[in-house]
């Protein structure tokens, strides 16, 4: 059996549990967004620059959460071009075309400053 006993008040718990629910929803995603894109825009191997200039981002907001999700709309008989040029395919005369990770380079430091940002707003007294 487990037995706990507590004194005092646990408001200071309380404090920071609020602001970190305002804390989340006070950063501005539609600025990472358009950084995200940008970046994402910047790092994408360039043939005809159609995939670089078909990335965009959505944003969904639910009752505890927030997502930010980055896109790109350039889809070539089926196949994400993105997709492809990250992780590799195969060529219609059996070879293989090695994969470039070039996404998660470009878009880890947006999501290292919205995950500090975050923090700062939640910590601030």
Not at 4 to 9: D, P
Not at 32 to 37: A, I, P
Not at 47 to 68: F, R
Not at 97 to 106: F, L, S
Request: one cysteine or more; proline letters at 3%.
């Amino acid at each position: 059996m487990i037995s706990v006993r507590h004194r005092g008040s646990f408001s200071n718990l309380e404090k920071f549990l609020k602001n970190a629910q305002k804390g989340a929803r006070a950063v501005d995603l539609n600025a990472y967004g358009q950084e995200g894109v940008a970046a994402l825009m910047s790092a994408t191997p360039i043939d005809s620059g159609k995939t670089a200039l078909s990335w965009y981002y959505e944003i969904h907001e639910e009752k505890e959460s927030t997502v930010i999700s980055f896109c790109n709309s350039n889809i070539q008989n089926g196949v994400p071009i993105a997709v492809i040029l990250q992780y590799g395919h195969g060529t219609g005369t059996g070879g293989w075309v090695q994969g470039r990770d070039y996404i998660n380079p470009a878009i880890q430091p947006i999501f290292d400053e919205i995950a500090n940002r975050a923090w700062r707003e939640v910590t601030k007294k």
